[in-house]
């Protein structure tokens, strides 16, 4: 029987390798787009060399992709086109999405709002339109994209990153009610709190004192790990439940409630 097809970006970093674990035992072939041996491309906290043959015991047959720009349609189409040629098919997608810039308003520069909105909604838009495609022509997918808790919730000092993040998530609210008749779920994760070296760099949090007060923002007084975020985003992925689309999941410690 022919396995289903999932195509992780950024997949050697945040929630990517926990992820991918869970999908691969859930059955799942992998496409994984991420950062090479150097880290040119994004964070490489997993590199394939090692999260490859992991994989590749749990039973998953993996193609990695890492010599593609997510922020433009070109790079995007490729990682799909990966899939294609390797499986001939695409099931599911997860896109990881999105830079930290964080601020008070007035101190931010024209060239930290063309950063932002390059990583924050352009590879929100090419992501969407290159994985949708063939999935159209399948007439069956499921599309997870992660943005932020930021995006629902607005807070001082985030003001051009919760703005972008807010409008990915009604990008992709809007998508998922208009692909629904064709038989696809695309829904947004909104993380926050996240224990992952992105978060603890921006954040400061990497200083122990720093972390607590930190942490102490959260109803559950601490920070998520990469491993739960893991198990609640694969049954938005898995095809076992197609009934939800079109929404926003916050992953915060209970902060963006």
């Known amino acids: 029987m022919t396995r289903p097809v999932a195509l992780l970006t950024m997949a050697t970093?945040?929630?990517?390798?926990?992820?991918?674990?869970?999908?691969?035992?859930?059955?799942f072939d992998l496409v994984l787009q991420g950062a090479d041996e150097g880290g040119r491309m994004g964070a490489t906290e997993t590199p394939f060399s090692e999260l490859v043959p992991d994989l590749e015991a749990r039973g998953a047959a993996v193609e990695t992709v890492n010599d593609v720009d997510l922020t433009t349609a070109?790079?995007?189409?490729?990682?799909?086109q990966a899939a294609l040629d390797r499986f001939g098919r695409l099931d599911s997608a997860c896109l990881v999405t999105g830079v930290i810039i964080t601020g008070k308003f007035l101190d931010m520069t024209t060239e930290q709002w063309e950063k932002i909105k390059l990583a924050n909604l352009d590879m929100v838009f090419h992501g969407l339109q290159a994985v949708l495609a063939p999935?159209?022509?399948?007439?069956?997918?499921?599309?997870?994209?992660?943005?932020s808790s930021t995006g629902a919730r607005p807070d001082p000092?985030?003001?051009?990153?919760?703005?972008?993040?807010?409008g990915a998530n009604g990008i992709v609210r809007a998508v998922g009610l208009e692909m629904a008749r064709?038989?696809?779920q695309v829904n947004a994760v909104g993380t926050n709190f996240m224990d992952f070296p992105g978060f603890i760099k921006a954040?400061?949090?990497?200083?122990?004192?720093?972390?607590?007060?930190?942490?102490?923002?959260?109803?559950?007084?601490?920070?998520?790990?990469?491993?739960?975020?893991?198990?609640?985003?694969?049954?938005?992925?898995?095809?076992k439940n197609r009934f939800q689309t079109g929404q926003f999941f916050d992953f915060s410690g209970g902060w963006g409630a």
Do not use: C, W
């Not at 954040?203 to 109803?219: F, H, N």
């Open 13 to 27: 970093g945040y929630v990517g390798p926990a992820l991918a674990r869970t999908m691969a035992d859930r059955g």
């Open 182 to 184: 064709d038989g696809i």
């Open 157 to 166: 000092i985030t003001s051009i990153y919760g703005g972008t993040r807010a």
């Open 203 to 239: 954040t400061g949090a990497d200083d122990p004192e720093r972390r607590a007060k930190i942490e102490a923002q959260t109803p559950l007084r601490r920070l998520g790990t990469t491993e739960e975020l893991a198990h609640v985003t694969a049954p938005l992925l898995d095809g």
């Open 74 to 80: 070109a790079g995007n189409q490729a990682a799909v």
């Open 135 to 147: 999935m159209q022509t399948a007439g069956q997918g499921q599309v997870v994209v992660f943005t």
